[in-house]
């Protein structure tokens, strides 16, 4: 059964602390994505990565940065976590270019307090 | 500018009933739609998509119906069943680009 797997369910992280949440996948797809999920906001994506070292700003990136050094993992980093970065965060990854076959991971909750 | 809209955050249907959950959207070039369905504690799982030249998908007891001029698609799950409660995402893509997400309508069939 194909996989996007999220390091961690929960998390609790102080103010201006860095942040890194995991994601790996063991589909061998190209395209990774990092959302994350709000009350009343729905989806909204941050980073996404089209290939192994590639990044593009998704329509939030303020305050995040992102790493693929290895297709199958994506990471999204909180280089300085604040309050306002409390959500849900969604991985997922696709195999083929376009909207077609998007895996999303469980989720990390993330609170910063 | 919100491109995906799903004015409704909640629904409420009687088991058995029809459910039908509504999305309009606002860029034209869209001609890719999906539904996608979320559980608490789960990723998102994909439900059923219709391209723009078409104007109805069907698969089991999900339709999705799409009107190109009003800018409008809806999804009608029929017979609704207790394990059809859960988030429902609309989301639209261009020009075999990523996925535009809506907010969401949260659904809950009651017994």
């Known amino acids: 059964d194909v996989k996007v797997t999220q390091s961690s369910r929960y998390l609790v992280k102080r103010t201006g602390e860095k942040v890194f949440l995991e994601c790996v996948q063991d589909?061998?797809?190209?395209?990774m994505f990092w959302y994350r999920q709000d009350p009343g906001l729905g989806l909204r994506l941050i980073y996404f990565s089209y290939d192994v070292k590639m990044k593009e700003k998704g329509d939030i990136p303020e305050g995040y940065s992102v790493s693929r050094e290895k297709k199958e993992r994506f990471s999204l980093i909180l280089e300085s976590a604040s309050t306002n970065q409390t959500s849900m965060y969604l991985c997922a990854s696709s195999g083929r270019r376009g909207p077609y076959g998007y895996t999303f991971g469980s989720g990390t909750r993330l609170t910063v307090v | 500018d919100q491109q995906v809209k799903q004015n409704s955050p909640s629904l409420s249907v009687q088991e058995g009933r029809i459910s039908i959950l509504n999305c309009d959207y606002t860029n034209s070039m869209f001609d890719y739609f999906l539904w996608y369905k979320k559980y608490p504690a789960e990723g998102p799982t994909f439900l059923i998509s219709i391209s723009s030249i078409k104007d109805k998908n069907e698969d089991g007891r999900f339709t999705v119906f799409l009107n190109k001029s009003a800018k409008h698609l809806s999804l009608h799950i029929v017979p609704s069943q207790p394990g059809d409660s859960a988030v429902y995402f609309c989301?639209?893509?261009?020009?075999?680009?990523?996925?535009?997400f809506g907010k969401g309508t949260r659904l809950h069939i009651l017994p």
């Open positions: 989301a639209a893509s261009e020009d075999n680009d990523k996925i535009i």
């Open positions: 589909m061998d797809h190209e395209n």
